[in-house]
């Protein structure tokens, strides 16, 4: 179970003075001011409390709270200390969010400790001396275990990396242990598994008030002597939460990788359609396998490797804690790349790539793509061995932030030497290997940001353009911001998406979108604070700069959410600035305001997107009035889920708008559902169910399918009733303007069908600029401005409490105000991008 750890890094000691310090992976909402000096740590004051489920809503005034009570302020901040679990991930990335948003808002140093870390340090503070085991609760029969020797000067690890595994592993493992007799035992996993422990002779329980961490215990743990700080410790954008594995989802896929390939692949001429597809990247699978061991003969042939077998290759993808990857390209495999955990470590076992296709980035690419995965699985670093004299595989690897740490004499042949080299996690990818792939990525820029000296001309136009207001979106899979003037101007709008990570599962996972928006945040900051900048004149605007904050409260992702709100409570609360909730979709509906800023009420606006389909009478600001909404699918989900039955991957609508274009409308009859039906509800689950009961005819029938024809007369269906339903809902309340919102109006046939039909009725249809279809920071921005300069009472303000928190299902009459929203499109795009 456990080996002496090793030495601490020189870097290990750099935490100290004043230090706010955070933990929300447990039910214990853990929160201390501290001061760290040489000869220890001062508890300050301390608002740790139980907080089951509440995290988000009581983390940053408790924060306020225990500085108030310390007579200080976030500004006295030296740095902030946070809990990177392991423990419950919603909860971790809750706590990890809100300290990058202080970080960000102060630019002060972020620290990421652990949890398990900070219960062993409790149990020191107690008084516990000896060896000591934490036993975290991991949810699903599971726990996060850790021992450590605890003695005068501290408690000190005797593992590497934290771990998941069953209760029952971890006690048959503990208990057959030489030093079972002297374990001591803590941690919430007791809560439920204390029973199994004693029974297995392990009976050394220590209190029940000790099992929870501290901030004070967390704050203890990193300015121990032998702390050692995970990669990029210190920057806001690399403090990472610790989950010990990959989400359900990615291991779902990897349970599914052992299916045939579906069937129906040779009856839609997917391949074909997905051949602009180029080097796209996804798990390896057993079908792959001929392929890939081919593939490896050929690129080492006539090489002092000695190849992989298929039945190596087999072998591999059966084990726990692997990752393998391959990149193809129109059906064909053209690299491939792999490894397993090894302790702290990530090992690239095989790298692999079509010596046709060399000299592409397919390498650097795969390479990064299994490093990902190992992070994932709480690995620290990742190494690989490389041939002395492949000098460009050297090259690659050196851009990737490998550096040769050892060499083995005739490893791959006499005088053929490998050199082993090995990066930090997370990769500090080159600017060429990112390209313009739109995917979150952290900041690799120097910690913290100082903004450069402003001349007169700036801090003029910056007051003038007052209120300035920084927007937050997190509601599904992008994660975005915005800053919004005071007349209505957009200085900056940042989108980074993960849609490349949702593709292969054909939607988008909740858990990896939420992964996805910490990682994401604080590099999406960057960059808008300094696309703003580059609006006033100047290289960036900081936090001083701010009047309020915006953020997307809701409907949306609960676990995509909380990390949106989190972040914004910690800008808000660490730079005493207003913190206005807004509504995703009265945001989408404001979108149209770019494209027509003399759209007011009454109106009838369509909000379809992936989640959302439902007509709204606006008779006011603020007063809507839901017509009607679907009573199953959304229009973005119904595509989305024929794609899928289709293999065309994710997101759906734009391959199936692409392929109608081309494709006739008439060519095959799918229900219209609920047309008729008197009323403005919505039914899509029919139309899809029946789109694919006709591709399975047609595959037994064994008939290939028009895949132009099927599109276009499937989205024909969905487009029929959308009009049908909007006609008829802005003849009975009599409006002369129409406006469509959500991601869905990006689609071109929606547009041109709803312009058609209602302008031969003498009504004006309104569609958002393509930027401001999908979810954006921008159309977020318009609603916050317009409740801040309404002075609404659900703004929020650091003096008097900050309790907001997601609500996933969040109606439309949430968080709105009847003032007239403000937008200035004449320099839309911004100019600052």
Same mark, same amino acid.
């Given at each position: 179970m456990h080996s002496e750890s090793q030495a601490p890094s020189e870097g290990a000691r750099r935490v100290r003075g004043t230090v706010l310090s955070i933990d929300t992976s447990t039910d214990q909402l853990a929160c201390s001011v501290v001061r760290i000096g040489d000869d220890g740590v001062e508890e300050l004051a301390s608002r740790d409390h139980p907080c089951r489920r509440h995290a988000n809503e009581q983390l940053a005034d408790s924060a306020l709270a225990a500085l108030a009570e310390a007579g200080l302020s976030m500004a006295d901040l030296d740095a902030v200390v946070v809990g990177r679990g392991p423990g419950s991930f919603t909860g971790v990335r809750i706590g990890v969010a809100c300290a990058k948003g202080v970080a960000c808002a102060l630019g002060r140093p972020l620290h990421g400790?652990?949890?398990?870390?900070?219960?062993?340090?409790?149990?020191?503070?107690?008084?516990?001396?000896?060896?000591?085991?934490?036993?975290?609760d991991a949810m699903r029969g599971e726990v996060y275990p850790g021992v450590y020797r605890v003695d005068d000067e501290g408690a000190h690890r005797t593992f590497e990396a934290e771990t998941v595994m069953k209760a029952d592993e971890c006690?048959?493992?503990?208990?057959?242990?030489?030093?079972?007799?002297?374990?001591?035992?803590?941690?919430?996993?007791?809560?439920?598994?204390?029973?199994?422990?004693?029974?297995?002779?392990?009976?050394?329980?220590?209190?029940?008030?000790?099992?929870?961490?501290?901030?004070?215990?967390?704050?203890?743990?990193?300015a121990a002597p032998d702390w050692r700080p995970a990669a990029g410790d210190g920057d806001p954008a690399l403090v990472l939460p610790i989950y010990t594995r990959l989400s359900d989802a990615e291991e779902t896929e990897r349970l599914r990788l052992g299916l045939k390939e579906p069937a129906s692949v040779a009856y839609t001429g997917v391949d074909d359609t997905l051949a602009g597809a180029h080097l796209q990247l996804r798990p390896m699978s057993v079908n792959d396998l001929d392929q890939v061991a081919d593939l490896e003969r050929r690129a080492f042939e006539g090489s002092s490797h000695t190849p992989w077998t298929r039945q190596m290759f087999y072998e591999e993808l059966s084990q726990p804690a692997r990752s393998w990857w391959v990149a193809h390209d129109q059906g064909s495999i053209v690299g491939f790349a792999g490894g397993m955990l090894a302790g702290a470590d990530f090992e690239v076992a095989d790298v692999a790539v079509d010596p046709a296709r060399r000299r592409q980035g397919i390498a650097s690419r795969l390479v990064a793509r299994v490093a990902y995965d190992g992070q994932m699985l709480n690995a620290s670093s990742v190494s690989l061995e490389v041939d002395e004299g492949n000098r460009p595989a050297r090259a690659a690897y050196a851009r990737l932030g490998f550096e040769e740490v050892g060499r083995r004499p005739d490893?791959?042949?006499?005088?053929?030497?490998?050199?082993?080299?090995?990066?930090?996690?997370?990769?500090?990818?080159?600017?060429?290997?990112?390209?313009?792939?739109?995917?979150?990525?952290?900041?690799?820029?120097?910690?913290?940001?100082?903004?450069?000296?402003?001349?007169?001309?700036?801090?003029?136009?910056?007051?003038?353009?007052?209120?300035?207001?920084?927007?937050?979106?997190?509601?599904?899979?992008?994660?975005?911001?915005a800053l919004i003037d005071g007349h209505g101007r957009i200085c900056a709008n940042v989108v980074a998406t993960s849609i490349d990570f949702h593709a292969r599962f054909g939607g988008v996972v909740p858990e990896i979108a939420s992964r996805k928006h910490v990682e994401a945040i604080v590099g999406v900051f960057e960059e808008t604070m300094a696309q703003a900048g580059r609006h006033f004149g100047c290289d960036t605007l900081t936090a001083d700069d701010l009047d309020a904050v915006g953020v997307t409260a809701g409907?949306?992702?609960?676990?995509?959410?909380?990390?949106?709100?989190?972040?914004?409570?910690?800008?808000?609360?660490?730079?005493?600035?207003?913190?206005?909730?807004?509504?995703?979709?009265?945001?989408?509906?404001?979108?149209?305001?770019?494209?027509?800023?003399?759209?007011?009420?009454?109106?009838?606006?369509?909000?379809?997107?992936?989640?959302?389909?439902?007509?709204?009478?606006?008779?006011?600001?603020?007063?809507?009035?839901?017509?009607?909404?679907?009573?199953?699918?959304?229009?973005?989900?119904?595509?989305?889920?024929?794609?899928?039955a289709l293999g065309l991957g994710y997101p759906g609508g734009p391959v199936i708008s692409r392929l109608a274009a081309r494709g006739n409308r008439k060519a095959i009859h799918f229900p219209r559902a609920m047309m008729h039906s008197g009323d403005y509800r919505f039914s899509l689950s029919g139309l899809k169910t029946a789109v694919i009961t006709?591709?399975?005819?047609?595959?037994?029938?064994?008939?290939?399918?028009?895949?132009?024809? !099927? #599109? $276009?007369?499937? *989205?024909?269906? %969905?487009? &029929?009733?959308? /009009?049908?339903?909007? !006609? #008829? $809902?802005?003849? *009975?309340?009599? %409006?002369? &303007?129409?406006? /469509?919102?959500?991601?869905v109006a990006a689609n071109p046939q929606l547009r041109e069908a709803y312009v058609r039909k209602f302008s031969r009725r003498g009504v004006r249809v309104s569609v958002p600029p393509m930027a401001v279809c999908g979810d954006n920071g921008a159309m977020i921005a318009v609603c916050a401005l317009r409740s801040l300069r309404a002075d609404a009472d659900f703004v929020e303000r650091p003096e008097t409490g900050l309790p907001l928190d997601a609500r996933p299902n969040a109606q439309l009459s949430e968080w709105t105000s009847p003032a007239e929203p403000v937008v200035d499109a004449s320099e839309w795009p911004p100019r600052g991008r």
């Open positions: 400790g652990s949890t398990l870390d900070a219960v062993a340090w409790r149990a020191w503070e107690a008084g516990v001396r000896g060896l000591v085991g934490v036993v975290d006690v048959e493992l503990l208990a057959s242990g030489s030093d079972a007799g002297e374990l001591q035992l803590t941690g919430n996993g007791l809560v439920k598994y204390r029973d199994r422990f004693e029974m297995a002779g392990l009976r050394r329980i220590l209190d029940e008030g000790l099992w929870l961490p501290t901030g004070t215990a967390l704050a203890r743990s990193v490893y791959y042949a006499p005088g053929v030497a490998a050199l082993i080299m090995r990066a930090s996690l997370p990769l500090a990818a080159d600017a060429e290997l990112v390209g313009e792939r739109p995917e979150p990525r952290a900041s690799i820029r120097p910690w913290p940001i100082v903004a450069g000296e402003r001349g007169a001309d700036v801090t003029r136009a910056l007051e003038e353009a007052r209120p300035l207001v920084l927007s937050v979106e997190s509601s599904c899979d992008e994660t975005a911001m409907p949306g992702l609960v676990g995509a959410l909380v990390v949106g709100v989190a972040f914004a409570k910690g800008l808000s609360a660490a730079a005493d600035l207003p913190l206005v909730p807004v509504n995703h979709l009265e945001g989408h509906m404001l979108a149209n305001l770019f494209a027509a800023p003399d759209l007011r009420p009454p109106f009838v606006a369509s909000l379809v997107s992936g989640g959302n389909t439902m007509l709204v009478h606006v008779r006011a600001w603020g007063d809507y009035q839901i017509l009607g909404a679907t009573i199953d699918d959304a229009v973005g989900e119904a595509f989305d889920k024929v794609a899928k006709y591709i399975e005819g047609e595959m037994r029938a064994g008939r290939p399918i028009d895949l132009p024809d !099927l #599109a $276009a007369s499937f *989205e024909a269906a %969905v487009i &029929d009733v959308q /009009v049908a339903k909007a !006609l #008829a $809902a802005v003849e *009975e309340t009599g %409006v002369g &303007d129409f406006c /469509v919102g959500g991601g």
